[in-house]
């Protein structure tokens, strides 16, 4: 039985606008979880309260407006 070599046009992972949104949203994602990480251990060696506090609070910031931005554009 022959196969078909007609090529996928409307394959969305090949698409480079869903690829470089793909990138984005990685690279926004590992930017909080390096200042979540970073911040734990700044918050360890300043001692701080308020830092520690800042640092989890503006990690948990950050992805709750990247969820929710991704989805209030679609």
Do not use: C, W
């Amino acid at each position: 039985m022959p196969q078909s070599t007609i090529p996928m046009t409307n394959d969305p992972s090949r698409d480079p606008r869903v690829k470089a949104a793909v990138r984005r949203t990685g690279l926004m994602l590992l930017a909080i979880a390096l200042l979540f990480f970073f911040g734990i251990i700044a918050s360890r060696l300043i001692e701080s309260e308020a830092v520690s506090i800042a640092v989890v609070g503006g990690a948990v910031l950050l992805y709750l407006l990247v969820a929710i931005g991704r989805h209030l554009r679609k």
